[in-house]
């Protein structure tokens, strides 16, 4: 059984992350703190008390932007200590994700909160912290799920023209718009080489079915798809180059 501790500025937000988690049978108890310097005196008692004390603290729910020492800042004290508990940052932001995940993040929630969400990143906890997987059902290889303002929405693979990577998440760029995904460019590549997308720099990846012109200027390679010019490095311009005199006269 999980002990958390949930950390929000905002009277309700708070309210409510702590009775979400409540309701989560994974969670034995959890308390809240209304800023990140409370947060701080707790989890300095925790550390204190030991990892099987009475006042130890497996994970914080940490909200991102707080009057004073906010929850960046807050996770980056963590880091200093021998043995902190896991951060799980809530916010309704996701502009900080990269740096979120750069401090060893276990997951980036955004709200409004979710039920589904949440119990996603308790799942999270639980496996770092070694308790038993649950049986999850195998992803649909047709979409992928992003989740923006608290809605999941479910983006075809096919529509999908390039991934940038940022961090340990990735960005996925369609005609419609981009969309931020905890998945690293290198599972990505892994997993959709067989659908026709090619690495061709190292934060970068394309499909094929969606290079519109491949340029060649002064000794440099750039593909243009999606409406973006992005630059091919030299390791990957002949495979690429291949790939797409094969599919054109294939």
Known sequence: MLRALAVDDERPSLEELLYLLHADPRIGSVEGAGDATEALRRITRALESGPDGPDAIDVVF????????????????????????????????????????????????????????????????????????????EPDPDQLPVERGGVTRFVAVDDITHVEAQ??????HTDRGSHL???????????????????????HLVALRHVGELRLDAGTVSVLVGGEELQVSRRHARELRDLLMRRTTG
């Open 62 to 137: 940490l909200d991102v932007q707080m009057p004073g020492l906010d929850g960046l800042e807050l996770a980056r004290l963590l880091t200093g200590f021998a043995d902190p508990p896991l951060v799980v940052f809530v916010t309704a932001h996701e502009d900080f994700a990269v740096r979120a995940f750069d401090l060893k993040a276990v997951d980036y929630v955004l709200k409004p909160v979710r039920k589904e969400r949440l119990g996603e990143a308790v799942r999270r906890v639980a496996e770092v912290r070694g308790a038993p997987r649950i049986p999850v059902h």
């Open 167 to 172: 961090g340990d998440y990735a960005r996925l």
């Open 181 to 203: 995904v905890r998945i690293p460019l290198s599972t990505l590549e892994d997993r959709w080489r067989s659908r026709g997308f090619v690495r061709i720099h190292r934060r």
